[in-house]
T-cell receptor
């Protein structure tokens, strides 16, 4: 049973445009949601998080939106840069447990 | 800050041997560390939660006798894959969280270990 789902395995965006990565979850008890970025042969790197009591968190080019009624969150990257090309994992936390989505591979074309 | 170091980064060995992977928190103490396994094009699957000074907590379906975890200090956890076979070949990643397992801080990951069993 996948509690955190990233339904798009890949996304291709032109440099300078907005990248929107989506994530759905099923458990309304999650406390925090996070986005991680992963390059090949490296461990994931934390990007940005949002508490379940908020609906938006912004950090530079990265903004995470949370829609609790829809159990949906998204990561917006604007403007997208070629260096943003990586796999992005959505994750949800409850207590000390973190559950990851399957990841979305983002390609940013120059 | 919050750097997690994992060694080795790549291991190739013969079937039947045991392999030890180390995970160190370099600039913080980690009472809890996590071990994940990632198959190609799939998500990170939590294998076990490593607790300093006590036994690890294994996820359902993970053989504790196969994947031995030792968390001997606040900065070091080790995962030993015993009698490794080709099906154990995978990408293993450790992580730790500043403030311990129950904090709301994000996990910080090591760079992973690619294990290839011939």
């Amino acid at each position: 049973d996948q509690q955190v789902k990233q339904n798009s395995p890949s996304l291709s965006v032109q440099e300078g445009r907005i990248s929107i990565l989506n994530c759905d979850y099923t458990n309304s008890m999650f406390d925090y949601f996070l986005w991680y970025k992963k390059y090949p042969a490296e461990g994931p790197t934390f990007l940005i998080s949002i508490s379940s009591i908020k609906d938006k968190n912004e950090d530079g080019r990265f903004t995470v939106f949370l829609n609790k009624s829809a159990k949906h969150l998204s990561l917006h990257i604007v403007p997208s840069q070629p260096g943003d090309s990586a796999v992005y994992f959505c994750a949800a936390m409850r207590g000390f447990k973190t559950i990851f989505g399957a990841g979305t591979r983002l390609f940013v074309k120059a | 800050g919050a750097v997690v170091s994992q060694h080795p980064s790549w291991v190739i060995c013969k079937s039947g041997t045991s392999v030890k992977i180390e995970c160190r928190s370099l600039d913080f103490q980690a009472t809890t560390m996590f071990w994940y396994r990632q198959f190609p094009k799939q998500s990170l699957m939590l294998m076990a939660t490593s607790n300093e000074g006590s036994k690890a907590t294994y996820e359902q379906g993970v053989e504790k006798d196969k994947f031995l975890i030792n968390h001997a200090s606040l900065t070091l956890s080790t995962l030993t894959v015993t009698s490794a076979h080709p099906e154990d070949s995978s990408f293993y990643i450790c992580s730790a969280r500043v403030g311990g397992g129950n904090s709301n801080q994000p996990q910080h990951f090591g760079d992973g270990t690619r294990l290839s069993i011939l």
